[in-house]
């Protein structure tokens, strides 16, 4: 679907064979744990059994004396960091608490918190030494739930933190205390009093949502070597070069320029794979025996100890009027931090209202930390947990009030000029536009004819973060581009940024050579994650060519001797006057025998930009028996601005769409009492397989972004909001219960079954 | 430590003599010892797929395979699946429909794929779906995979006619 006066482009559009494409299908593309170097040793970790302890004592003797083992790390050997706060491209990172993540120091704070690690000849004689080492724990008393973690008389788990108040300074929060509740935010527009006083229907719920895992299939793996030189080199899969960079530098206590990361290609990620949990123990491990050491997470470790996004326990009031129209929205918000603060509770407080025109609004949010690990960031941070809440009580509004839910939102939707709960103003979005795409659909207009089954329908949205970028692009003799840059690779972007470039010269995408490098060889470019990369790095590779344009110019210039004014570049050509004229490739076959290499660069700095919207709608069957949902049919609509390679945006909707199922069905950590996860394994956590979902439809709706020379959005987050609430709306529909507790595992679903 | 033994066995063609220590895996030794990192490690509890080979013709994880039971086997890879630079019609498959983005999980879905495809030629979206079960993807939703699968299939009926 393509909005009136879409600009012609000759590469923008089409669907080239991605470049890293042919390594990937042959399995010679390398990837965290394939890296093998010369001397090499291996490394394990020692990990917690308890989800909270005191260390007393650690004694490492045992382990040092078997046979093959060349060097064991604790904390003590990391450089203490003091009270510091350090800004590492995506937020302020207490770095205190990032070197007690790494490695505990004086007490763990999670089941599978790292505690020592080993390197060795060989990874088995590693995980032997590990059981060798003897720690001594005074066992605490773990809290798991962000509300009893909010409680007066909860366990503490963090001795530095008060209630930092951010947006307004209410009574209640008391910066004297030590609590578990890291942050405070408040954002308020309007008079809310005066919005509900104008409702003719108030609806007010309570909703809880699991701790759920990023899933990706590639465990973190990190090899480094300290050289004899104090230079330490990082071979590693990650969403950030220059986060890893400063992260390991601050941790080893280097200057950033000691460190070079090298990226290998990176089995998924979608926000986990920021922060560091390996690169600086490696570092530490091999600057203790002079050899390259490499670290992998086995599958628990990568659960235990890694990723999760906040569980959430959320209360959301929403008002409007008989004849439909929001005029109110309350939000109160916990989301658990996991052992240190951190959680994505800003955003989540940002998203929770943002899909809708909403007059007065207040929204309160915490940051709370529990015997968890530490959460990160995933997909969208914060915006499908708010999303959930925001967008069933949306449908309990509508049935409420008889009104048709594709309707309503129209009536209430997000549009240019509509200010957020937190301040910004919308530019030109799209929502209303995935809302007639879906309203449009043969899916929408096929009616559902049978027993227990239902559809639903939920809209979601999430920011594009500009940041900062750099590429470089060089042009060979032959005419094609060598393009040079340091967005990590993880779902095509290589494609999506070698056909901006192309499309800026005038070139095929084949003829552009794309290749994400190490830090040393490319400007300092922010990590790939906010839906920036097509975004912002696709700028940088645009003023790449339009510096190539300029300087080829320049050079026909020359050669024609006549003024460079009098050059244009034009759809692939160097145009002079009269006859003049250069295609791209006639020309780079002249460059070096006429003033040498032309290279182009190209940097962005870009503001966040207002982000995009999706609409998603579901179609589910349940079985009252048993109260599984099965999704019979589901479609996902969203603003992708200009979509540079078709497939790869659909390829984003899916993969979101699929991940938001599995959230809303089936994934959640479990936890015993005691406080260890009971489902550390892909068996046990169960993210969807392809026997549980059926084909994804998507309806890509192009509302250009005016801040992208191409109109470009980011695309990769929005899809996985709506469908929690979504397939929550379509239960209902098919079996009239409201689920507000994610998953919606099929013994909830019966047990409300069985309420009704 | 447990003494090496010497495995001998067929991998993609060729014979293969290595050395392996008792309680290394199949996939430890094809990769560590073997150097085929093509195929991947991405649970080693043999939930998620991502190591599967052929050994004797079957699809299995290489993570829960000794390597010493894959004496006198016959394995195949992934390294081994396209013909010299020619790929196959189901590697031709996924990079031409878009069927991977991290591509972590590709090796194995091809790996399973040839073993499907060899049972049965034209399977269906519902066969596909189910004789794949056993390998995640987080990244793809696995709509452009099961596609690519069905393409693959069609285009080897059509070169078999």
Not at chain 1, 225 to 237: P, R
Request: aromatic fraction near 6%; glycine fraction near 10%.
């Amino acid at each position: 679907m393509a909005t009136a006066e879409k600009p012609q482009y000759k590469v923008i559009g089409t669907r080239p064979v991605r470049h890293d494409g042919v390594d990937k299908v042959t399995g010679r593309a390398r990837y965290g744990a394939d890296t093998q170097l010369t001397g090499m040793l291996f490394g394990a970790t020692l990990r917690s059994p308890y989800a909270h302890a005191n260390i007393k004592s650690i004694d490492t003797s045992k382990a040092e004396a078997l046979p093959g083992v060349r060097a064991v790390l604790t904390n003590a050997d990391l450089p203490e960091q003091g009270d510091r706060i350090v800004e590492l491209g995506e937020g302020a990172v207490n770095m205190r608490h990032l070197n007690a993540n790494v490695l505990a120091k004086e007490k763990v704070q999670y089941k599978g918190h790292a505690i020592a690690a080993v390197a060795a000849d060989t990874i088995h004689i590693a995980e032997e030494a590990c059981k060798l080492i003897e720690v001594d724990f005074e066992v605490l008393e773990p809290v798991l739930d962000v509300v009893k973690a909010m409680a007066d008389d909860a366990p503490i788990l963090n001795d530095d933190i008060r209630t930092e108040s951010l947006g307004s300074h209410p009574a209640s929060d008391d910066a004297s205390k030590n609590t578990n509740v890291a942050k405070h935010f408040v954002f308020e527009k309007g008079d809310i009093g005066k919005g509900f006083e104008e409702a003719d229907i108030v609806i007010e719920r309570e909703f809880d949502t699991a701790t759920v895992h990023q899933g990706y299939i590639e465990p973190h793996a990190s090899t480094a070597h300290w050289n004899a030189d104090g230079k330490i080199t990082v071979w590693t899969c990650t969403q950030g070069t220059f986060s890893v960079r400063h992260q390991t530098a601050e941790l080893c206590g280097v200057p950033i320029s000691d460190v070079k990361v090298i990226p290998t290609e990176i089995g998924g990620g979608f926000g986990g794979k920021i922060s560091v949990y390996l690169p600086p123990v490696a570092a530490g491990l091999s600057k203790k025996t002079g050899q390259p050491v490499k670290l992998v997470m086995d599958r628990a470790a990568v659960f235990e100890a890694t990723g999760p996004t906040p569980g959430s326990h959320m209360k959301v009031k929403i008002g409007a009027t008989k004849d439909g129209k929001i005029t109110a929205g309350e939000a109160w918000i916990a989301f658990e931090a996991g052992a240190y603060t951190g959680s994505p509770i800003a955003p989540g407080c940002m998203c929770v209202f943002s899909c809708y025109d909403v007059p007065h609004a207040k929204v309160d949010g915490f940051d709370v930390c529990v015997n968890k690990p530490r959460t990160n960031a995933y997909r969208a941070p914060g915006s499908t947990q708010v999303c959930f809440a925001t967008e069933t009580i949306v449908d309990e509004i509508c049935k409420e009030l008889d009104i048709e839910p594709a309707e309503f939102r129209l009536n209430n939707a997000a549009k240019e000029g509509v200010r957020r709960v937190d301040g910004p103003v919308y530019g030109k979005v799209g929502m209303i536009e995935t809302l007639q795409a879906i309203k449009d659909s043969d899916h929408y207009q096929t009616p559902l004819t049978g027993k227990f089954q239902g559809r639903g329908i939920a809209t979601g949205f999430w920011f594009n973060c500009g940041l900062k970028s750099a590429a470089t692009a060089t042009v060979n003799p032959d005419g094609t581009v060598s393009l040079v840059e340091g967005s990590t690779d993880i779902g095509g972007s290589r494609a999506g940024l070698a056909m901006q470039l192309a499309e800026c010269l005038g070139i095929t995408a084949e003829e552009v050579k794309p290749a994400v490098v190490d830090t040393d060889s490319v400007g300092y470019t922010d990590v790939t994650g906010g839906s920036r990369v097509t975004f912002a790095t696709g700028i940088a590779a645009i003023n790449a060519g339009k510096d190539i344009q300029q300087q080829m110019c320049a050079r026909a210039a020359m050669i024609w001797d006549c003024d460079e004014a009098d050059v244009r570049y034009e759809d692939g050509c160097i145009i002079g006057s009269g006859d003049n004229r250069f295609t791209f490739k006639e020309l780079a076959a002249k460059i070096n025998a006429t003033g040498g290499p032309i290279a182009g660069r190209g940097t962005a700095s870009e503001e966040t930009q207002t982000g995009a919207f999706g609409t998603h709608c579901a179609d589910v069957e349940v079985d009252a028996d048993t109260g599984k949902v099965q999704i019979l049919r589901y479609t996902a609509a969203q603003d992708v601005g200009t979509a540079i390679h078709p497939s790869y945006v659909e390829g984003q909707l899916q993969g979101g769409a699929v991940q938001g199922i599995g959230w809303a069905l089936n994934e959640e950590y479990w936890y015993g009492e005691e406080g260890s996860m009971r489902n550390a394994s892909f068996l046990d956590y169960r993210i969807p397989t392809i026997y549980d979902v059926p084909m994804i439809e998507t309806i890509l709706v192009e509302v250009p972004d005016p801040g992208h020379p191409y109109g470009v959005r980011g695309v990769g987050e929005v899809p996985i909001c709506p469908p929690p609430a979504a397939i929550a709306n379509a239960i209902y529909d098919a079996i009239g219960v409201r689920m507000r507790d994610l998953p919606m595992a099929p013994h909830k679903v019966c047990a409300e079954v069985l309420k009704k | 430590m447990a003494k090496k033994r010497v495995v001998t066995t067929t991998i993609n063609g060729d014979t293969h003599e290595f050395l392996c220590k008792p309680q290394q895996t199949l996939l430890e030794a094809l990769r560590d010892v073997l150097g085929l990192t093509g195929t991947k490690e991405g649970c080693s509890n043999g939930n998620c797929g991502a190591c599967t080979v052929q050994m004797d013709g079957r699809p299995v994880d290489s993570c829960l395979v000794l390597a010493v039971e894959a004496e006198g086997a016959d394995l195949k890879t992934i390294e081994g699946v396209a013909c010299g630079n020619h790929l196959d019609e189901v590697q031709g498959a996924f990079l031409e429909g878009a069927a991977l983005q991290c591509g972590i999980c590709t090796p194995g879905f091809i790996m399973q794929t040839e073993s499907l495809l060899e049972e049965n030629a034209t399977p269906s979206e519902e066969e596909i779906r189910f004789y794949l079960s056993g390998n995640l993807c987080r990244c793809t939703g696995y709509d452009k995979i099961v596609k690519a699968v069905q393409c693959a299939a069609e285009q080897r009926q059509a070169a078999a006619t």
